[in-house]
């Protein structure tokens, strides 16, 4: 059975939560390199610029209500 955050979680980043849970965050920055950390940073940032910011704002001028 899957937990929530299984199913919250990108598929390209369940490998590393998993390794991150068994061997810590030095390992998971050796296997995916930087590359991996800026893309995660990235990933997130866009979502949650989407989620915090251009909902409300479209809410707010009335783009999705109509």
Same mark, same amino acid.
């Given at each position: 059975m899957t937990s929530w955050r299984d199913k919250l979680t990108p598929p390209f980043l %369940?490998?590393?939560? +998993?390794?991150?849970?068994?061997?810590?965050? %030095?390992?998971?920055?050796? +296997?995916?390199?930087w590359k991996l950390v800026v893309g995660v940073i990235l990933y997130y940032l866009v979502r949650d610029s989407i989620l915090y910011l251009l909902i409300p704002y479209l809410i707010a001028r009335g783009f999705i209500s109509n």
């Open positions: %369940r490998p590393y939560t +998993k390794l991150y849970r068994e061997e810590g965050w %030095r390992a998971v920055v050796k +296997k995916g390199g």
